[in-house]
């Protein structure tokens, strides 16, 4: 959970599962250690500037390879500043994040990029997303999966922008199948009409 300055709790949505594999367990040697990166936006919703407190805490205790459970379930707090709206900065984010798609060997790191790309709150990350999406770079369908699972406001104005700019058919089709399904799913009518308005322009014959 995150806590703001003023002790009010903000309870978060349902992470996705991390991929452990098929078992869904991971194994660490002694004297080893394990990172595991989260994006805490797929979590919480967009935080308004201030000061908060992530709690944070294992669901389960660890177990040692002869059975013993240990009680380090602890929780533990990391401070979050959020400032306002800096548009170089985002920028600059949005460039990283693209890099590690167009450079990283490791598909982990590249899928992780592309979903944290999606995350931007602002019109700027279309041209980076559409970079990536025709990069061959196998992040297409996390890119717009993604976005899909959002189903927000921001969610359709990347799509809506990506299905004006992409000249690729393939990532084109790709982009309108994710904006029928948000079609479908959403219950704002705006946002419906706004899609509907969108596809119908492309389906005009040339």
């Given at each position: 959970e995150i806590r703001k300055s003023d002790s009010t709790i903000l309870k978060g949505n349902s992470p996705p599962e991390p991929d452990f594999g098929s078992t869904g367990v991971i194994r660490v040697d002694p004297l080893r250690t394990f990172n595991y990166t989260v994006l805490v936006s797929e979590w919480f919703p967009p935080l308004s500037p201030g000061e908060y407190t992530?709690?944070?805490?294992?669901k389960h205790p660890v177990v040692t390879q002869g059975s013993k459970k240990t009680s380090n379930t602890g929780i533990s707090a990391l401070q979050l500043s959020i400032g306002g709206k800096d548009t170089g900065?985002?920028?600059?984010?949005a460039e990283q994040l693209l890099g590690t798609i167009l450079t990283n060997d490791r598909l982990d790191d590249r899928w992780f990029a592309a979903r944290s790309l999606t995350y931007v709150q602002d019109p700027l990350v279309i041209p980076f997303i559409e970079r990536a999406m025709l990069a061959n770079r196998s992040v297409?369908?996390?890119?717009?999966?993604?976005?899909?699972?959002?189903a927000n406001e921001n969610a359709v104005s990347i799509l809506i922008g990506l299905a004006k700019k992409m000249t690729d058919r393939k990532s084109l089709?790709?982009?309108?199948?994710?904006?029928?399904?948000?079609?479908r799913q959403l219950q704002d009518v705006r946002l419906k009409d706004q899609i509907k308005s969108t596809l119908i322009l492309h389906k005009k014959p040339n």
């Open positions: 992530l709690l944070v805490g294992l900065r985002l920028a600059s984010m297409e369908q996390v890119l717009v999966d993604t976005l899909v699972e959002q089709l790709t982009v309108e199948f994710a904006l029928e399904t948000l079609k």
